[in-house]
Structure formats: C-alpha cells, structure tokens
C-alpha cells in the first residue's frame, strides 16, 4: 500500500489545516450517533468493548460486550470465568476463542502492572496486551475525553486518500496525523472525518463531483475519482 500511495502524494499541513477548516465547517462534530463504543461506560468497559471490536460489526460487538459484562464487570471475576463462558457470550463478535486469550492476558496485566485500574496514558494502555494504538485513542477519546484523533478503518481510508496523512497501517496514519493536524482539530477531529467518510468519500463510488474537499484531495488531483476499493 505503501508504494501506491506514493504516487498520489500528501497535502501541505496548510493545506491540511484548510482541510479540517472545511470539515468542521460541513459535518457535524460530536453528536449522537457520531459516537465510538456504544458500550464504553467505564474504562475496563471502553477497552474491553474495543478488543472485542476487531473484525465485528459494531451491532455484533455490542451484543458481546452486553453479554459478558453481564458474566463480570472487572477484571478479577472476569479471570474467574472459564475459557467456554467468554467463548459463548462473545461469539456474536467472531475470533472468540483468540479474543478470550486477548482478554484473560489484558485482565491479567491489567491487575499485575496497574492494580487493576485502567491507565490514562496512550503509552500506559499500550502496553497492555490487545490494546493497539486505535484501542488506546478510542479509550482516551471516548472514555477519558482527551483531545486526540482516533484512526480506526474509515479515518485510514480517507486520510490516505485525500493526502491529510499517510500510513500503511491506521497505527502508521494516527501518528502521520497526530503531527499534521492542527491542536484545534484534535477535539471534534474524528467526527468530522468519520461522518466525512460515511456521506462523502464512501469507500466504494466516493462523491468526488461534490465533495468540499475536492480541490485539497491529493488522489482526485492525481488520478480522479478513486474507482472502488478501500484507496483507489
Ligand atoms: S475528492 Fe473524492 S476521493 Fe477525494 S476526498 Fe473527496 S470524495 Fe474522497
């Protein structure tokens, strides 16, 4: 992915800044239905809703974390169910036998290192086993309300798209953007460009003829409008 999005180049961070100008200017920023985790109600909540999160509708992840936190709502009784129950009351989220490793070893740190007591810091909840950096904004955003963007699939697309931020991984785009955006985005950042991403540049037949940032976007300057798929 890398290489292709070379040849498409990256916007200015002038321009960048004119780009979040517009956004926040057409879509609208922190409202319902705007929201990460449905279930983010505490931080052990936030982050074990995320893990479940991987590769699973948003429905499905939160009919899962409804059924587990239902079985336990901390980590230590949640280290006292067997294996099987954590297995059956995620099984709506998939991957269900490795995201009950995930979460019985992030339980286990989680106790170990920090008492049991989620941490505040990107690098704190980093390193927690299952917790990447899109688990750690998401958490810090939602749950911590810290200004910060976070870059789950939709973000990576459009920002790679558009040139606001490059990476091969959306860990690789939320540090491109992290040093890109300017600090007044950071708050309703993510908003804007998941709404973006969800009535604009759709992933497949974005509306590039309307699109408020067509001037600024790197790709429709290079090649037009991106023909189907997540990039191009
Ligand atoms: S011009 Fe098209 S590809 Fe570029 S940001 Fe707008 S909708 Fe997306």
């Not at 008492?115 to 911590?144: H, W, Y």
């Not at 910060?148 to 491109?176: L, S």
């Not at 309703?188 to 991403?197: D, K, P, R, S, T």
Request: charged share 25%; glycine share 6%; hydrophobic share 40%.
């Amino acid at each position: 992915m890398a290489d292709d999005l070379a040849d498409w180049g990256e916007m200015t961070k002038r321009e960048v800044t004119r780009a979040f100008r517009t956004l926040a200017e057409v879509m609208p920023g922190n409202v319902p239905g705007a929201k990460g985790p449905k279930e983010a109600i505490d931080p052990f909540r936030g982050c074990v809703s995320c893990m479940l999160s991987a590769q699973s509708r948003d429905e499905n992840t939160a009919r899962a974390t409804k059924a587990l936190f239902r079985l336990a709502r901390k980590p230590h009784t949640m280290l006292r169910l067997e294996d099987a129950v954590i297995v059956n009351a995620i099984k709506p989220a998939g991957l269900y036998n490795n995201k009950t490793r995930s979460i019985k070893k992030f339980c286990r740190a989680l106790i170990e290192n920090f008492n049991g007591v989620v941490p505040r810091t990107r690098e704190e909840l980093m390193s927690l086993p299952g917790i990447g950096r899109k688990c750690a904004d998401i958490v810090l955003q939602f749950v911590f309300d810290q200004n910060t963007i976070a870059v789950d699939t939709h973000v990576h697309r459009i920002c790679n798209r558009a040139g606001i931020a490059r990476g091969a991984t959306p860990d690789q785009t939320a540090m491109a953007l992290e040093a890109r955006a300017p600090d007044w985005a950071l708050a309703e950042g993510h908003f804007w460009l998941i709404q973006f991403a969800k009535r604009v540049c759709v992933s497949r037949n974005p509306r590039c003829e309307t699109c408020p940032l067509q001037k600024l976007c790197r790709h429709y300057h290079v090649h037009g409008q991106p023909k189907s798929g997540r990039l191009h």
